[in-house]
């Protein structure tokens, strides 16, 4: 059960595009389509981006959007904004019931 | 609205035992899946366990025959029952609804300090 990997940092400046990596193995993210991705500001609940790996949530902006490819996911945020600023996790099944997340991204928006 | 409230948490010693509590409004426990997130201190977001709507259970390494998860249907609430807590169990704990295996709704999380 070793975490995802994900870059420590990315930033942007508004209105760009960026996107943030998520690496697992053959085991987790590359076996399943059920990568999902979390937006988390500090002091607050976690709240949900993307699931199924592409999926977007009622509610959520259709600037942020989920792909994959082998055994590496990825977040894309378009129109890179301020309220963007925040902590961002990518989350897989791992099978037998189990699940792990990545180490998490902070997103800075120049 | 949908709606999860963590409780339980506190300061315990190394070695002891908390129950911490999530009581669910909007939805029944008992119709999806509920699973317990951690976060250390300046740490990531660390799954824990999960407990399906047919009772069935799982746990992280980290935590396996240490914690319990369980539900009372009638209170819809999910409960973690942490036993021989360690220093490394110190985190905020939060609850959340799953679907589609992510994670759908979180509560706004309890802090567990373990430490002497």
């Known amino acids: 059960q070793s975490a995802l990997t994900q870059p420590a940092s990315v930033s942007g400046s508004p209105g760009q595009s960026i996107t943030i990596s998520c690496t697992g193995t053959?085991?987790?993210?590359?076996?399943?389509?059920?990568v999902s991705w979390y937006q988390h500001h500090p002091g607050k609940a976690p709240k949900l981006m993307i699931y199924?790996?592409?999926k977007r949530p009622s509610g959520v902006s259709n600037r942020f959007s989920g792909s994959k490819s082998g055994n590496t996911a990825s977040l894309t945020i378009s129109g890179l904004q301020a309220e963007d600023e925040a902590d961002y996790y990518c989350c897989s099944y791992a099978g037998s019931s189990t699940y792990v997340f990545g180490t998490g991204t902070k997103v800075t928006v120049l | 609205e949908v709606q999860e409230v963590e409780s339980g948490g506190g300061l315990v010693q190394p070695g002891g035992s908390l129950r911490l509590s999530c009581a669910v409004s909007?939805?029944?426990?008992?119709?999806?899946?509920m699973s317990w997130v951690r976060q250390a201190p300046g740490k990531g977001l660390e799954w824990v366990s999960v407990i399906y709507s047919g009772g069935g259970t799982n746990y992280a390494d980290s935590v396996k025959g240490r914690f319990t998860i369980s539900r009372d249907d009638s209170k819809n609430t999910v409960y973690l029952q942490m036993n021989s807590l360690r220093a490394e169990d110190t985190a905020v704990y939060y609850c959340?609804?799953?679907?589609?295996?992510?994670?759908?709704?979180w509560g706004q999380g309890t802090l567990v300090t373990v430490s002497s």
């Open positions: 959340a609804r799953g679907t589609s295996s992510s994670w759908a709704d």
């Open positions: 199924e790996g592409s």
């Open positions: 053959s085991s987790d993210v590359g076996s399943y389509n059920l």
């Open positions: 909007g939805f029944t426990v008992s119709n999806n899946y």
